[in-house]
């Protein structure tokens, strides 16, 4: 293997290496921008002791600089199979992110691959922690829920090499290949949607998680421009609880946000689970849905339509991401190039008996 020369005029930004089948940083770019022989990195990384504290220094620093991380299997070859795919998810608890696990799982087996699943928290400090373990151990693949933020994760997923798909968002510049929606463009639908309704005095509730926030804000920022909440407020009226979220918090957050805002005749939940919170409660406390209240959730999960009333609710097509992200996944691990890397799946509201 060739190894490409880093810049001495640019200490921080080695140059992007090519997707699988062109290669990633190796531990012999590492000794090579270290200035020691290969055999002295590999020392230095898994023996510190054997090594001068002057060579530890310099093949940490190169470490650092390129973002590579050692190879764990067996044999160590770049070039090896492992037939695995990772996928990060923030919970396993909930089921938004089910059917898009479910659908990558088959899709994946449908081609000999299999999944590792990983949850990463919805907290992104854990998540650079497990891509760590994940890119050493040199998937085939990886995809993420969400836009990659951190720099430092995104640098060392560019360095390895491996082929990544990021899920469930939207943006123009992804680390790889995108499978994903616009959560801005469903807070704005929501906002029409209820307008549309005759709800003159809209409100939400909401996960304190970054994707959550975006919907509400885009939420808030369409009910203000269409004149359907207070205008003497930065936001719509909202109450924020803790993800993942629950049945029980949204009976909880229904409750506060009545408080504060007895008027409120509509509220988009950042989830059917949040939902079902919310009609539980109004159920309790003698408010008529939709009569007095309109409720939207996110997610159209199994139960929303055999609720009563009947939930209305954002479906995201999950067997859809899972699905094309599994054939981004293999017809890159394959050596083939990907036409259009940036699939936006889109959402629909559906309609039924809560708003």
């Excluded at 939940?269 to 919170?277: E, F, K, P, R």
């Excluded at 929303?304 to 981004?328: N, S």
């Amino acid at each position: 293997m060739t190894s490409t020369p880093f810049p001495a005029d640019k200490p921080n930004r080695p140059e992007r290496r090519g997707r699988r089948g062109a290669g990633g940083i190796t531990l012999r770019d590492v000794a090579k921008l270290a200035g020691v022989a290969p055999i002295t990195a590999s020392r230095a990384l898994n023996k510190p002791d054997a090594v001068s504290p002057e060579v530890l220094r310099k093949v940490r620093e190169a470490v650092e600089r390129t973002g590579y991380v050692p190879n764990m299997l067996a044999g160590g070859l770049a070039s090896s199979k492992s037939r695995l795919v990772a996928a990060v998810v923030p919970t396993i608890a909930g089921p938004v992110f089910q059917e898009t696990v479910q659908s990558l799982t088959e899709a994946l087996a449908e081609h000999g691959y299999q999944l590792m699943l990983g949850q990463s928290g919805y907290q992104n400090s854990r998540e650079d922690a497990l891509l760590e373990t994940i890119i050493g151990r040199r998937p085939d693949g990886v995809v993420l829920t969400g836009i990659m933020r951190s720099a430092d994760g995104r640098r060392r997923l560019l360095a390895s090499g491996i082929p990544v798909v990021e899920t469930w968002d939207l943006t123009p510049t992804p680390i790889d290949m995108l499978v994903g929606f616009s959560h801005e463009q469903i807070g704005a639908a929501v906002a029409e949607f209820l307008q549309g309704k005759g709800r003159r005095r809209v409100g939400s509730i909401h996960g304190n998680d970054e994707r959550a926030v975006r919907r509400h804000r885009a939420f808030s920022e369409s009910a203000r421009r269409l004149g359907i909440c207070a205008q003497d407020q930065d936001m719509a009226p909202h109450a924020v609880v803790a993800a993942p979220t629950t049945l029980g918090s949204g009976r909880t957050a229904l409750r506060e946000l009545l408080e504060r805002h007895p008027d409120t005749d509509a509220v988009f939940c950042s989830s059917d689970v949040l939902a079902l919170g919310v009609l539980t409660e109004a159920q309790a406390i003698g408010i008529k849905v939709p009569q007095q209240l309109a409720v939207i959730g996110f997610g159209d999960f199994t139960y929303a339509r055999d609720l009563h009333p009947a939930l209305t609710t954002v479906r995201i097509d999950g067997t859809g991401i899972g699905r094309k992200a599994a054939q981004f996944i293999i017809e890159r691990a394959g050596g083939r190039p990907v036409a259009d890397p940036i699939h936006d799946i889109g959402f629909t509201i559906i309609e039924r008996d809560s708003a």
